[in-house]
């Protein structure tokens, strides 16, 4: 069966410092990655995906994350934090058209 | 173009009362979900909906709650004799095509309030 675990439900950085966000998948077969991020009272937003290819994807707003098999995770990184990414965040995995979503991590972002 | 759009954004109820929720999914998506959103909680599975093919209802919770999708495009969420546990946010998604790696396009969602 497929999982999704991120850690830590609510993650505080300073402006201008790393934000990084963590993502740990369990999948049978090779999965399709995704993380979206919520703004209050609207829907997911997509920032980037992962399908195959490069481990490292880049997504919109500055937002990357990496691939890693090894440790089967998908951590979200930007080097850094803006005021307008105080957001919640969601890892998502895919397999077949089922996607199992994360619990969510809310970001603060502090001036 | 034109996003996922649901309505109403906001609808609060009482106890015992039938609901209905919206979903009007982005032109030519084939692939159709609901998902709920619970305070403090990540995405509930109910129920996907691909082309004509016979909808998944496996995440539905109980007989209460029912979708239907009309000619392949407008979806409707019936919730019957909403109970408080009910009270969350409704979110509507569809997809393109038919490979797993498409990503959800989501609405806005609808907020229940069970009162």
């Known amino acids: 069966a497929q999982s999704v675990t991120q850690l830590g439900s609510h993650v505080s950085v300073s402006e201008g410092a790393l934000v990084l966000l963590r993502c740990n998948y369990s999948?049978?077969?090779?999965?399709?990655l995704f993380w979206y991020v919520q703004y209050p009272n609207q829907g997911l937003q997509l920032l980037l995906k992962?399908?195959?290819?490069?481990?490292l994807v880049k997504g919109i707003n500055g937002f990357e994350a990496e691939f890693k098999k090894s440790e089967t995770s998908f951590h979200l990184t930007k080097p850094s934090a803006h005021m307008s990414d105080a957001a919640e965040y969601f890892c998502?995995?895919?397999?077949?058209?089922?996607?199992?979503f994360g619990t969510g991590t809310r970001l603060k972002v502090l001036a | 173009g034109a996003g996922v759009s649901q309505s109403p954004s906001n609808k609060v109820t009482e106890k015992g009362k039938d609901v209905e929720l919206r979903c009007d999914p982005i032109?030519?998506?084939?692939?159709l979900y609901w998902y709920r959103q619970s305070l403090g909680q990540g995405l509930e599975f109910l129920i996907y909906?691909?082309?004509?093919?016979?909808?998944?209802k496996s995440g539905l919770p109980s007989d209460r709650f029912s979708a239907e999708r009309t000619g392949g495009s407008v979806s409707t969420l019936t919730i019957q004799r909403t109970q408080q546990e009910d009270s969350a946010v409704y979110l509507c998604?569809?997809?393109?095509?038919?490979?797993?790696?498409?990503?959800?396009?989501f609405g806005n969602g609808t907020r229940l309030t069970v009162t």
């Open positions: 998604a569809s997809r393109g095509g038919t490979v797993d790696n498409s990503p959800l396009h």
């Open positions: 999948s049978s077969v090779p999965p399709y």
């Open positions: 992962y399908t195959t290819g490069a481990t």
């Open positions: 998502a995995v895919s397999v077949a058209y089922k996607y199992i």
């Open positions: 032109s030519g998506h084939t692939a």
């Open positions: 909906f691909q082309g004509n093919s016979a909808p998944d």
